[in-house]
């Protein structure tokens, strides 16, 4: 940035400075917070907490800054906000920005500036075009001259620029226009006040020009840094450290950092950073990877998959590979290849500027032309064809798009979903059929046990404790946190299972018809390991076919659980014990017929279809690889989320089009005036003001 | 008419103020959370980010 920018540092107050300087920054990621308790009690959570000097909560970026005293680290304000209710993950350092958006304060000053001039000029010109006499009019030139022109060059940079990077890339965009216009009007109008040949001046219009498409930069700005910021946030949630054991002390590292033969130690829900083999037995959680839902048991010595959660004990890894080299990396290298196909996506703006930068230059190219030919006065040429360029210019057709954008994914963003891709709204519209992952996207994770009150729960444990069977272990895992009852006569027979005495009566833990059953004196309890749902789960299926979608299930998972899982969500399309390719050819399959595919799915064994499907959403419990694959993440844990995006979505484009319509339906008035030069600079400005103030209106309502 | 030579400076005065205010604002980063700041309102009026 250059010392001729006003406002590209924000400046710290020097008190700021000094306590920065002394303590250490940190940012943490604050999901969780929505209003003024929130801050409030954020703020005073963290201010207690000895060594933090200040806190201030960023409630639009759903951030807080920390200044600890030296060496402390987040760990404490960690510790103190969730313990106080606040979910809060530590961003990384180099992903959080701590200057803030240069980008978009020095847009905001351009504004500013254009405004001012835009305003003072147009007062100005109201004078004039009221009837000031000759003399009055030629100092009011002169006046509006000397605001405009350094307004100009200050405000109008952006176009300039990105103009100029077009025309040496030898391509035409839609600022090369909107350049030329301004550089004619400024040039016309200049020679009109230095030479006052009757003609009229444009500065009032080049500068609301510049101030309308401007707001529009801005808008467009915005929405694209909350998409990157929130973006980078994500990979935050899951910062890449890992517990490692050398000898008998142990010290977090950076995941890149551990070599093959390094022990690291994996505690309950965690997920192996690399893959390496177990020094203990455990019971894994392979569905990222596969979508089976019933945990897998296994041996000392047997292979874990980067990826894969140990579900019951703490137990020990011993890394064979580096996290580079991991299973999940190579997996999410493929994905890259998948993806690229969907950047070459083009939105409605993109089109509509392809159509857009053409006809204007050849408009005013044959109104010049034209003009030139039938009246042999280049002045009066170039005037028309000055008009033509600055009537057409897209004011509202900058506007119509990104101001339906940021108004929507901002109302997304407070419902939950946050999109990542520029285009991903415009996709989601489109979407016409509905593929859904079984397990982590329409359930939850991990198999839950069925609810059980203290006793029975107890009771289950302690008997579960008491075997090595893997069902037994996979069931103790499940009831850590329950306090184990005293039993006596604790018997285990193989194939059978435990049995004990409790109070005199028998009670057993075995297997039953439909797998184990926990035999209580009073009663029996099927102890399956049964998926929950996830919340709003079967709201969500039925709202998306009452809106007409085709739903889908899909899950690497057994037939039969998916149909019983299936039937009670009433999804009639089930795509049972498919292999990540057949995800992903299911998606190529459905967009040969011409359907658009909307993927949701959490696993890694989703990633390809993620990549492939025209449209993407993963939860924000999703692995990493998933989240990157697809458009947007569903940061809510209800589901109910979905089918409201995809109204939004809908609702979105259906604005963008009557935005579109609405500005080419001005120019269509417009362009005939200006052609047959009957266009006065007060006419554009009327035009460019009510197109503008319409669109932005019609983007912004309910 | 020789009153514009005073009123057109004071008027252009005047705004350039404004817009010297209001790029004084964004020098102090009052746009980096609009949402927040509106819901700070709500609160005490001691800073919360003072020392205590």
Known sequence: MTAACAACVAVP??????????????????????????????????????????????????????VTAPDIGAAPALAALTAAGFEAHQLDDSIATPTGDDTGRTLLARIAVAGFAMMNVMALSVAVWSGASQTTEAMFHWV???????????????????????????????????????????????????????????????????????????????????????????TALELPRATLIEGTTRR???????????????????????????????????SALTGESAPVAIEAGAPICAGETVLDAPVTLRATA??????????????????????????????????YAPLVHGLAALAFLGWWWGTGDAHLAIGIATAVLIITCPCALGLAVPAVTASVTGRLFRAGILLKSGTALERLAEVDCILIDKTGTLTEGTPRLPELDATAAGIALTLAQASSHPVSRAIAAALTGHTPVALDDIHETAGQGMTATWNGSPVALGRGPDGTVLTLPDCQIALNMAEHLRPGAADMIESLRSDGYDVHMLTGDRQQAADLLAARLGISHVHAGMQPQDKAAL?????????????????????????????????????DAARVASDGVVLASDLRAVPQSLRAARRALRRIRQNLAIAAGYNAIAIPIALAGLASPLTAAIAMSLSSVTVVGNAVRR | MNILIVLIPVSITLGAAGLAACIWTLRHGQYEDLEGDAARILLDDREPDEPQ
């Open chain 1, 322 to 355: 580096r996290a580079a080299d991991s299973t999940l990396r190579r997996l999410a290298a493929l994905v890259e290849v998948a993806e690229t196909g969907r950047h070459r996506y083009s939105g409605i703006a993109d089109r509509a500027a392809r159509l």
């Open chain 1, 144 to 234: 509006s001259a000397a605001i405009a022109l350094p307004a100009l060059a200050y405000a109008a940079v952006p176009f300039f620029s990105s103009a100029i990077g077009a025309i040496r890339g030898g391509r035409v965009n839609m600022d090369v226009p909107i350049a030329l216009a301004i550089l004619l009007a400024s040039i016309t109008s200049l020679h009109e006040t230095i030479y006052s040949a009757g003609a009229d001046t444009w500065f009032d219009a080049a500068l609301s020009l510049t101030f309308f498409l401007l707001a529009g930069r801005y808008l467009d700005h915005r929405a694209r840094a909350t998409a990157r910021s929130a973006a980078a946030e994500l």
């Open chain 1, 252 to 286: 977090t590292v950076d995941v890149a950092r551990i070599l093959p033969g390094d022990h690291i130690a994996l505690s309950v829900g965690a997920r192996a950073p690399v893959d390496g083999t177990t020094l203990g037995p455990a019971i894994l959680d392979r």
């Open chain 1, 13 to 66: 107050s020097a008190q700021d400075i000094a306590r920065d300087a002394a303590g250490e920054v940190v940012h943490l990621s604050l999901p969780g917070i929505h209003c003024a308790a929130c801050i409030a009690g954020v703020e005073r959570t963290l201010t207690s907490v000895p060594g933090i000097r200040a806190a201030r909560v960023n409630l639009g970026r759903r951030r807080v800054r920390i």
């Open chain 1, 587 to 623: 998606v190529a399959e459905l967009t040969a017929q011409g359907r658009r595919v909307l993927m949701i799915g959490d696993g890694l064994n989703d990633t390809a279809a993620l990549a492939a499907a025209h449209v993407s959403l993963a939860p924000a419990t999703a692995l």
